[in-house]
């Protein structure tokens, strides 16, 4: 990270409103050197600033034509890796708040899932029989790790395209880091729910015996987002008694009775784009990330829809939240002095390896 002649310190203390004339001005200033992208979830303090928003699949295919030197990304840390690897070696991917992580993509690392596969080997040979796929929700050397052992990266609107182009390399898949989407996805594809084992990194063999996974298709790693954990079928049934003709919409990541029990499953650019081309009149329950559903249930009302939040306590992401109009502030002006802070820059060999499997990602999309 560099060294900023710009403190921190005296942007925290700024209001949100006075950040908001400074990133304007910011914009203007470095004009076509910068491009901002940002994620669905993103608060609307920020989101409003970005250039293009859009779910991991559609950032992933913006950043390669983006020809800004600076792209500052409105997101967690795993999409801004994703950024620097498919942006050009001139380009400087930023995140204004280095602690945006995403807690799912913690769930696994590069020290589990290599005993992952050494303890798989004991039982098969993992390269011959053995796909791995990884959630772009991961950081860039699980990534790298895919592409060395002929993997491939999903994301949640490629996940049965991408499941497909595994199961026709080689006859298993190792899906991580969460279960949800993996057996969402395989269910939706056939595969019963006791060929999809829940491997946990932390045990011998993953907690299974040998024949489990002999017998198995898709190993999911023990992996979860907190936040879409919370929403509940009982929500589901509520809405239902209040609207009968009421839709259920959510995100794959919710757990599976959830997933199974609304009308529709797809990515935040999904759920988006349903609803938005929905008739007026409809009535909606969304089973995905606060910031999002209360954006669309506003811009909704003008058409005369009714979007509602699938539960009743507060499922914010925490970690985008980080992404607040100081940090954006503070890290847009460090770009007018050309002293860029919190600049994300994965290592070269790693980002080869990723690159592989984000490029036949791609191509498979
Ligand atoms: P999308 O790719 O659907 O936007 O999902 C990203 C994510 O982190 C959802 O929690
Ligand atoms: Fe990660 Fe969940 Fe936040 Fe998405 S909502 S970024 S999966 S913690």
């Avoid at 034509?65 to 990304?73: M, R, T």
């Avoid at 409105?74 to 942006?87: K, P």
């Avoid at 009968?244 to 029990?261: Q, R, T, Y």
Wanted: glycine share 4%; aromatic share 8%; with cysteine.
């Amino acid at each position: 990270m560099n060294i900023s002649t710009i403190n921190f310190d005296s942007f925290q203390k700024l209001k949100d409103e006075d950040c908001q004339e400074r990133i304007i001005k910011a914009k203007k200033k470095l004009g076509k050197d910068l491009l901002i992208l940002g994620h669905h979830y993103q608060n609307e303090a920020v989101y409003r600033h970005a250039d293009f928003a859009g779910d991991s699949l559609k950032l992933a295919q913006h950043v390669q034509n983006v020809e800004a030197k600076y792209i500052v990304f409105l997101g967690v840390h795993f999409m801004a890796e994703v950024s620097d690897i498919l942006s050009r070696d001139n380009q400087i991917t930023i995140l204004p708040d280095l602690s945006a992580g995403c807690s799912m993509a913690d769930m696994a690392n590069l020290a589990k899932v290599e005993r992952t596969y050494r303890e798989i080997s004991k039982v098969l040979d993992f390269d011959e029989k053995i796909t791995p796929v990884t959630y772009i929700n991961s950081a860039a050397d699980l990534k790298a790790f895919c592409g060395e052992h002929q993997g491939i990266v999903c994301t949640s609107t490629n996940a049965p395209k991408i499941l497909n182009w595994a199961f026709k390399q080689k006859e298993k898949a190792l899906f991580f880091p969460d279960q949800n989407l993996g057996r969402w996805t395989g269910y939706k594809m056939g595969i019963p729910l006791d060929k999809m084992p829940v491997w946990d990194p932390d045990l011998p063999l993953g907690g299974l015996t040998e024949k489990q996974i002999i017998e198995s298709k898709i190993l999911l790693w023990k992996g979860h987002c907190a936040v879409h954990q919370m929403f509940r079928v009982e929500s589901i049934e509520d809405f239902k008694k209040n609207y009968p003709n009421g839709n259920v919409i959510s995100h794959p990541e919710a757990p599976f009775d959830v997933c199974k029990n609304s009308d529709l499953v797809g990515s935040t650019e999904f759920i988006l784009r349903t609803i938005e081309n929905a008739d007026p009149g409809t009535e909606w329950l969304v089973g995905t990330e606060l910031n999002l559903v209360n954006r669309l249930a506003k811009e909704m009302k003008a058409e005369g829809k009714l979007v509602k939040f699938m539960s009743h306590v507060i499922c914010e992401c925490s970690t985008m939240a980080r992404i607040d109009p100081q940090h954006l502030a503070w890290t847009l002006e460090s770009l007018i002095e050309e002293n860029p802070v919190n600049i994300i820059k994965v290592p070269q060999k790693e980002a080869d390896l990723a690159r592989l499997t984000l490029d036949k990602m791609l191509e498979v999309s």
